[in-house]
Nanobody
Framework: QVQVVESGGGLVQPGGSLRLSCTASGSIFSSSVMAWYRQAPGKEREWIAKIYPNGSPDYADSVEGRFTISRNIRRNTVYLQMNNLNPDDTAVYLC?????????WGQGTQVTVSS
Protein backbone atom coordinates (compact mmCIF):
# COMPACT_ATOMS: atom_id res chain seq x y z
CA GLN A 1 0.00 0.00 0.00
CA VAL A 2 1.14 3.53 -0.77
CA GLN A 3 1.85 5.63 2.31
CA VAL A 4 1.61 9.42 2.15
CA VAL A 5 3.07 11.55 4.93
CA GLU A 6 3.00 15.35 5.19
CA SER A 7 5.18 17.59 7.32
CA GLY A 8 6.14 21.23 7.71
CA GLY A 9 2.98 22.79 9.09
CA GLY A 10 2.96 25.20 11.99
CA LEU A 11 2.13 28.68 13.21
CA VAL A 12 3.16 31.63 11.06
CA GLN A 13 2.38 35.35 11.09
CA PRO A 14 0.47 37.02 8.26
CA GLY A 15 2.83 37.70 5.36
CA GLY A 16 5.10 34.86 6.36
CA SER A 17 6.10 31.68 4.55
CA LEU A 18 6.10 27.94 5.10
CA ARG A 19 7.24 24.98 3.06
CA LEU A 20 5.29 21.75 3.32
CA SER A 21 6.70 18.37 2.35
CA CYS A 22 4.92 15.21 1.27
CA THR A 23 6.61 11.86 0.86
CA ALA A 24 4.81 9.05 -0.95
CA SER A 25 6.42 5.68 -0.35
CA GLY A 26 5.59 2.46 -2.16
CA SER A 27 4.52 4.20 -5.38
CA ILE A 28 5.90 4.92 -8.83
CA PHE A 29 6.32 8.56 -7.96
CA SER A 30 7.34 9.77 -11.41
CA SER A 31 4.13 8.34 -12.91
CA SER A 32 1.80 9.74 -10.24
CA VAL A 33 -0.17 12.96 -10.01
CA MET A 34 0.65 14.60 -6.69
CA ALA A 35 -1.76 17.15 -5.28
CA TRP A 36 -2.29 19.40 -2.28
CA TYR A 37 -5.67 20.08 -0.72
CA ARG A 38 -6.75 22.04 2.33
CA GLN A 39 -9.73 22.03 4.62
CA ALA A 40 -10.60 24.96 6.86
CA PRO A 41 -13.04 24.69 9.79
CA GLY A 42 -16.63 24.62 8.56
CA LYS A 43 -15.62 24.46 4.90
CA GLU A 44 -15.33 21.74 2.29
CA ARG A 45 -12.01 20.31 1.25
CA GLU A 46 -10.45 22.53 -1.41
CA TRP A 47 -7.99 21.51 -4.08
CA ILE A 48 -5.16 24.04 -4.29
CA ALA A 49 -2.29 22.62 -6.36
CA LYS A 50 -1.12 19.59 -8.30
CA ILE A 51 1.84 18.48 -10.34
CA TYR A 52 1.58 16.12 -13.30
CA PRO A 53 3.97 13.26 -14.13
CA ASN A 54 5.67 15.47 -16.72
CA GLY A 55 6.38 18.07 -14.03
CA SER A 56 3.79 20.60 -15.12
CA PRO A 57 2.03 22.35 -12.20
CA ASP A 58 -1.52 23.61 -11.83
CA TYR A 59 -2.98 25.92 -9.16
CA ALA A 60 -6.30 27.07 -7.82
CA ASP A 61 -7.05 30.77 -8.20
CA SER A 62 -6.93 31.23 -4.44
CA VAL A 63 -3.21 30.42 -4.29
CA GLU A 64 -1.99 31.30 -7.79
CA GLY A 65 1.10 33.47 -7.59
CA ARG A 66 1.68 32.78 -3.89
CA PHE A 67 2.17 29.01 -3.70
CA THR A 68 4.60 26.86 -5.69
CA ILE A 69 4.45 23.09 -6.02
CA SER A 70 7.60 21.15 -6.88
CA ARG A 71 8.98 17.65 -6.59
CA ASN A 72 12.11 15.60 -6.06
CA ILE A 73 11.58 12.33 -7.91
CA ARG A 74 14.52 10.49 -6.35
CA ARG A 75 13.24 11.34 -2.87
CA ASN A 76 9.58 10.57 -3.74
CA THR A 77 8.78 13.96 -2.26
CA VAL A 78 6.57 16.83 -3.34
CA TYR A 79 6.80 20.29 -1.79
CA LEU A 80 4.44 23.21 -1.40
CA GLN A 81 6.18 26.54 -0.90
CA MET A 82 3.66 28.96 0.59
CA ASN A 83 4.46 32.68 0.55
CA ASN A 84 2.57 35.79 1.63
CA LEU A 85 0.29 33.78 3.87
CA ASN A 86 -2.87 35.33 5.24
CA PRO A 87 -5.36 34.17 7.91
CA ASP A 88 -7.65 32.74 5.21
CA ASP A 89 -4.92 30.19 4.48
CA THR A 90 -5.42 28.63 7.91
CA ALA A 91 -6.41 25.01 7.35
CA VAL A 92 -5.34 21.42 7.53
CA TYR A 93 -3.24 20.77 4.44
CA LEU A 94 -3.42 17.32 2.91
CA CYS A 95 -1.35 15.60 0.26
CA UNK A 96 -2.74 13.05 -2.19
CA UNK A 97 -1.08 10.67 -4.62
CA UNK A 98 -2.92 9.33 -7.67
CA UNK A 99 -1.35 6.59 -9.76
CA UNK A 100 -1.77 3.09 -11.09
CA UNK A 101 -2.42 1.74 -7.58
CA UNK A 102 -5.21 4.20 -6.85
CA UNK A 103 -5.53 7.39 -4.83
CA UNK A 104 -3.94 7.72 -1.40
CA TRP A 105 -4.17 10.49 1.20
CA GLY A 106 -1.96 11.65 3.99
CA GLN A 107 -3.23 12.54 7.46
CA GLY A 108 -2.67 16.26 7.01
CA THR A 109 -0.59 18.95 8.63
CA GLN A 110 -2.00 22.02 10.38
CA VAL A 111 -1.15 25.48 9.09
CA THR A 112 -2.23 28.40 11.25
CA VAL A 113 -1.73 31.99 10.10
CA SER A 114 -2.27 34.40 12.96
CA SER A 115 -0.77 37.37 14.76
Amino acid sequence: QVQVVESGGGLVQPGGSLRLSCTASGSIFSSSVMAWYRQAPGKEREWIAKIYPNGSPDYADSVEGRFTISRNIRRNTVYLQMNNLNPDDTAVYLCASSGSRGMFWGQGTQVTVSS
